[in-house]
């Protein structure tokens, strides 16, 4: 009775109940949009984060995070692979030997980091390959070939095919010394590697250290990123006994500005999505008052013809319900719409930035921005909203019940 009751009430008043149904619809709709785009661009700044620090979890010896030092090295690596392969969601490990030294030419030199790497593996998490330039990237046409980042090209104004020296003290305290040929030069963008980055082999690398076995830095991928503090716990647990000791981190331990931007970043999405909520709930809320106020003489007849303050509180609130239940179908037509628009076409940082802007070492001048739709954040957005909408009702609905019909009917003459 109540419900056939409130369902003609709303159709009596078409264009009150269209302008409600569309502020409820847009709200919702721009609510999921801005939930797509901010769970992509969380997603978007993981993947680019993890590419950058070079894998999700990371082992290294004891210290050597906080001093670089070269003798601080992984003695014995393999027992820490064969512990990181049997961690379920681990899809591979990628060895590393990490060199600071210098590289020189007859007339110039220059202070870098030089990475012995396995290309094949590398390409697990984005290789500088992707940021080749000039040349080729680590082949085997070469003795012991470099690739060297843009800036440092430029200052020891070298090409394809020169050679480098490279001087640096090995893990026993030895100044060493060798040869490469650069086979390749790399421009990233970002400052702080261009000018001071190198690569080579994992064998030339530990040839120039007279290393055999030995690593500076293993890095497991893990095929979701969510489950690195997990995969970095149960592989600590593996190696406690490890000779030497070992320090398992992720790559949020290695990049602390990127973690405090998408702190902060997750705090201003979380104040945006409130403000959006209490604008839906207070143009609701507006919208279903002046309708009771317009409906004076309306809801003081229905009053006078025996329906009571409870039933009449119901009505409204039955009225609210149906109203935010379109509105809410509506809504997510649109948003789902917006998002899948947006996901075709994507948000370019490039676009609206206009210059590089690197958050740590993390280059954002690429970035792209989609949608990416997480299921539970969908539907307890909804339900929320739908809350909010029963809420926004009750003092409608509430003023509605007090209404004396006698009042009601002299207020509307």
Same mark, same amino acid.
């Given at each position: 009775?109540?419900?056939?009751?409130?369902?003609?009430?709303?159709?009596?008043?078409?264009?009150?109940?269209?302008?409600?149904?569309?502020?409820?619809?847009?709200?919702?709709?721009?609510?999921?949009?801005?939930? *797509?785009?901010? @769970?992509?661009?969380? +997603?978007?700044?993981?993947?680019?984060? #993890? =590419? /950058? %620090?070079?894998?999700? !979890?990371? $082992?290294?010896?004891?210290?050597?995070?906080?001093?670089?030092?070269?003798?601080?090295?992984?003695?014995?690596?393999?027992?820490?692979?064969?512990?990181?392969?049997?961690?379920? *969601?681990?899809? @591979?490990?990628?060895? +590393?030997?990490?060199?600071?030294?210098? #590289? =020189? /030419? %007859?007339?110039?030199? !220059?202070? $870098?980091?030089?990475?012995?790497?396995?290309?094949?593996?590398?390409?697990?998490?984005?290789?500088?390959?992707?940021?080749?330039?000039?040349?080729?990237?680590?082949?085997?046409?070469?003795?012991?070939?470099?690739?060297?980042?843009?800036?440092?090209?430029?200052?020891?104004?070298?090409?394809?095919?020169?050679?480098?020296?490279?001087?640096?003290?090995?893990?026993?305290?030895?100044?060493?010394?060798?040869?490469?040929?650069?086979?390749?030069?790399?421009?990233?963008?970002?400052?702080?590697?261009?000018?001071?980055?190198?690569?080579?082999?994992?064998?030339?690398?530990?040839?120039?250290?007279?290393?055999?076995?030995?690593?500076?830095?293993?890095?497991?991928?893990?095929?979701?990123?969510?489950?690195?503090?997990?995969?970095?716990?149960?592989?600590?647990?593996?190696?406690?006994?490890?000779?030497?000791?070992?320090?398992?981190?992720?790559?949020?331990?290695?990049?602390?500005?990127?973690?405090?931007?998408?702190?902060?970043?997750?705090?201003?999405?979380?104040?945006?999505?409130?403000?959006?909520?209490?604008?839906?709930?207070?143009?609701?809320?507006?919208?279903?008052?002046?309708?009771?106020?317009?409906?004076?003489?309306?809801?003081?007849?229905?009053?006078?013809?025996?329906?009571?303050?409870?039933?009449?509180?119901?009505?409204?609130?039955?009225?609210?319900?149906?109203?935010?239940?379109?509105?809410?179908?509506?809504?997510?037509?649109?948003?789902?719409?917006?998002?899948?628009?947006?996901?075709?076409?994507?948000?370019?940082?490039?676009?609206?930035?206009?210059?590089?802007?690197?958050?740590?070492?993390?280059?954002?001048?690429?970035?792209?921005?989609?949608?990416?739709?997480?299921?539970?954040?969908?539907?307890?957005?909804?339900?929320?909203?739908?809350?909010?909408?029963?809420?926004?009702?009750?003092?409608?609905?509430?003023?509605?019940?007090?209404?004396?019909?006698?009042?009601?009917?002299?207020?509307?003459?």
């Amino acid at each position: 009775m109540l419900w056939k009751l409130a369902w003609r009430n709303l159709w009596r008043h078409r264009t009150r109940t269209v302008v409600v149904i569309s502020a409820v619809a847009f709200s919702y709709g721009l609510l999921l949009l801005f939930l *797509g785009l901010q @769970d992509d661009l969380e +997603r978007a700044l993981d993947e680019i984060a #993890v =590419e /950058t %620090a070079g894998g999700n !979890v990371f $082992v290294h010896a004891d210290d050597y995070w906080g001093t670089r030092q070269m003798e601080r090295i992984i003695n014995e690596p393999q027992p820490v692979i064969d512990a990181a392969e049997q961690i379920d *969601g681990v899809v @591979d490990t990628i060895p +590393r030997v990490i060199i600071q030294g210098l #590289v =020189e /030419t %007859a007339d110039e030199s !220059v202070a $870098v980091q030089l990475a012995g790497v396995d290309p094949q593996k590398e390409r697990l998490v984005g290789s500088p390959q992707e940021d080749l330039v000039e040349g080729e990237f680590l082949s085997e046409e070469r003795a012991n070939p470099v690739v060297v980042g843009s800036g440092v090209a430029e200052r020891l104004d070298i090409g394809i095919g020169d050679r480098l020296r490279l001087t640096a003290a090995d893990p026993e305290g030895e100044i060493g010394r060798a040869l490469f040929h650069v086979d390749g030069i790399v421009e990233t963008g970002v400052e702080e590697v261009d000018d001071a980055a190198g690569w080579t082999t994992l064998e030339a690398a530990r040839d120039a250290m007279s290393m055999q076995r030995q690593l500076n830095e293993l890095a497991v991928v893990v095929d979701d990123d969510d489950r690195r503090h997990e995969v970095a716990e149960l592989l600590q647990q593996a190696v406690d006994d490890e000779p030497g000791g070992v320090t398992v981190r992720t790559w949020d331990g290695l990049l602390p500005d990127v973690v405090a931007l998408m702190q902060f970043r997750r705090s201003l999405a979380y104040t945006i999505f409130f403000a959006l909520l209490v604008v839906v709930a207070l143009a609701v809320a507006n919208t279903f008052m002046m309708a009771v106020m317009e409906r004076v003489r309306e809801l003081g007849l229905l009053g006078a013809l025996g329906l009571g303050p409870n039933e009449m509180f119901r009505m409204v609130l039955y009225e609210s319900l149906i109203l935010g239940i379109i509105g809410l179908m509506v809504g997510f037509g649109l948003g789902l719409g917006a998002n899948m628009w947006f996901d075709h076409v994507g948000i370019h940082a490039a676009d609206f930035i206009g210059e590089e802007i690197n958050i740590g070492e993390v280059p954002t001048l690429d970035l792209v921005i989609r949608s990416t739709i997480v299921a539970w954040r969908w539907i307890a957005s909804t339900v929320f909203v739908l809350v909010v909408v029963l809420f926004s009702s009750l003092y409608p609905a509430w003023k509605a019940a007090r209404l004396q019909p006698a009042d009601a009917m002299r207020m509307s003459e």
